[in-house]
Every structure is written in structure tokens, then in C-alpha cells.
């Protein structure tokens, strides 16, 4: 099976722009999570969609926004960039079949967003 | 706030000799499951091994084993034989309700040649 691709991989956006990032998940998984990878805060998941809907969020502002097709291919919106938004985004899939789901998550290779 | 601790930001072994790295996390759970992901210069998570909470036995993949400790939530990753290859970022991660990951802050393992 292919596994989870994002698009695209590199983007440089100016202050108060506004991105989206694509996710493909693998074929079957029907929950797609987004985490934020910064040197200064680590790890931290954004949020999670499992057929068409958000199901859980992390403490972020609104400015981040997600959506997930019926296709389960997912997107993220940032809004009104900041500097502070350049990171690597990652997007994970699972089968996670409940909402305690113990489904690994299985990782795809990222999109470096910069913004100057 | 349940919280992952990785208490070394580095760690260095020898080619061909055993490391292990720790991990402490923070639950009020019973049932959870935990994990090491392995970030390469690549940049993509992958995953190394996956500990279920309920069962005493340790988990091994390979040259990768666990040491899980339920009542210190303790979990650490031993590395058996290491390989050039296995330099990387290490972070360890348990499950939470609702599908997400809490991730430690990683440990960079750099492998001696």
C-alpha cells in the first residue's frame, strides 16, 4: 500500500497570507490527524477528522482550520500567516475505528512551511 | 496537563553496541498504548515499536525492545546492535482519548562509526 502523502513538501509564504496542505491518507484509513513540529514547542497536535468530521482539537487558534473530503484526503488552512506558524506540518492516518482508538498512526513525510 | 518526558536531548553510541533511551509519561488511565517514533534527517515519522498497556509483555521488533514499566510509567527503548542508520530523532508518544498523540521532546541519537 502507499502511504501517507502531503503536498505540498516546501512552501515560503509572507505575513498574512494564507496556506492549505494537503493530505492523502493510506488507502483504507479513514482518520486523518495534523500535528505541528516547531524547535521551540515540539509536537502538538492541531486535529483530527475520521469521516468528514472534526472529532477532536488541539489548542489552537482559529486561525487553523481543517476539512476532510468523503474520500478521506484531508486539508489545513492557515489563515492571516505569522512568523511564529513556520514549522513542519505532518499529517497522520489510522484506521482508528472508535474514538479511543488505539490505531497506530502512520506518518507522512511533512510540509515545511516558512513564512517571512 | 498528561505529559511524555524524554530527560536526554542526546544520546551517543558506539557502532554495533547497545543504547537505550528513556521515557516517562504522565496518565491517569488504565488503558493506553504507547509508542516510539523514529524522525530521521528526513523528516518522516516512523514507527519503531507500539506497547499495549495491558499486556506485561514487553514489546521487541528486531534490534528494537522496550522496557515498560506500568506502575513508574516508565518506557524505554533499547537499541540492540546499532547501526549507522539508526541516527535520528527519537520520540516517544502515548495515546490519548480521541485519537491524539502527546509526544516527548526526543532524544537525537547520533551512532559512532
Known amino acids: 500500500k502507499a502511504g501517507v502523502t502531503q503536498t505540498p513538501r516546501y512552501l515560503i509564504k509572507t505575513r498574512g497570507q494564507q496556506v492549505t496542505l494537503s493530505c492523502s491518507p493510506i488507502s483504507g484509513h479513514r482518520s486523518v490527524s495534523w500535528y505541528q513540529q516547531t524547535p521551540g514547542q515540539g509536537l502538538q497536535f492541531l486535529f483530527e477528522y475520521f469521516s468528514e468530521t472534526q472529532r477532536n482539537k488541539g489548542n489552537f487558534p482559529g486561525r487553523f482550520s481543517g476539512r476532510q473530503f468523503s474520500n478521506s484526503r484531508s486539508e489545513m488552512n492557515v489563515s492571516t500567516l505569522e512568523l511564529g506558524d513556520s514549522a513542519l506540518y505532518l499529517c497522520?492516518?489510522?484506521?482508528?475505528?472508535?474514538?479511543?482508538?488505539?490505531?497506530?498512526?502512520?506518518f507522512g513525510p511533512g510540509t515545511r512551511l516558512t513564512v517571512l | 496537563a498528561q505529559t511524555v518526558t524524554q530527560s536526554q536531548p542526546e544520546m551517543s553510541v558506539q557502532e554495533a553496541e547497545t543504547v537505550t533511551l528513556s521515557c516517562t509519561y504522565d496518565t491517569s488511565e488504565s488503558d493506553y498504548y504507547l509508542f516510539w517514533y523514529k524522525q530521521p534527517p528526513s523528516r518522516q515519522m516512523i514507527l519503531v515499536i507500539r506497547?499495549?498497556?495491558?499486556?506485561?509483555q514487553n514489546a521487541t521488533e528486531n534490534r528494537f525492545s522496550v522496557n515498560f514499566q506500568k506502575a513508574a510509567k516508565s518506557f524505554s527503548l533499547k537499541i540492540s546492535d546499532s547501526q549507522l542508520g539508526d541516527a535520528a530523532m527519537y520520540f516517544c508518544a502515548r495515546n490519548n482519548a480521541g485519537n491524539m498523540l502527546t509526544f516527548g521532546g526526543g532524544t537525537r541519537l547520533m551512532v559512532k562509526p
Open positions: 497522520a492516518s489510522s484506521l482508528a475505528r472508535g474514538d479511543r482508538s488505539t490505531d497506530t498512526q502512520y
Open positions: 506497547q499495549e498497556a495491558y499486556k506485561q
